[in-house]
């Protein structure tokens, strides 16, 4: 018997938990559906990159790299962290990891589709920390490659 909002009956306790769970569920899966479709669009806004991944001084401006939808990026950026060309075409990432130790691998990198930066091959596994080599070649040029010593990436 209910009684002025009251749940007196087992079965209708059990039923209200299960519409409160079903809420807060959808309630979360609209809050991520909205944070993954307004993510790209205000990072597009931005001149300067968001703080991720590691950052390498590189010339008179840095090498960033990061892990995005699972797999390593490198940017080359000037002085004020924004965007530039890229320096080299080709490379390959080592990567050892920090928190668990029996992965490691490697993964070639090459041009993106738009030309900003390199990606990976590779899928790469969470957590996203790695002790991680960076060597960087242009096939055009043997001789022009560079090697950068071993970071932390914790992203």
Known sequence: MKERG????????GASAARGTCQGVC???????LTLVSGPAMAEEDDKMAELGAYIPYLDGFVNVRIEDYKFRVYFLDGEKEVIDLKFTKGVVAYEGIVKRDVEGRTGLSKSADGKYLVGARRIGVPFRYWVRLLLTDP?????????TRVKLNQ
């Open 6 to 13: 009251i749940v007196n009956t087992r079965k209708e306790r």
């Open 27 to 33: 309630v979360t899966v609209l809050m991520l559906i």
């Open 140 to 148: 055009d040029d043997p001789n022009k490659r560079q090697r950068f």
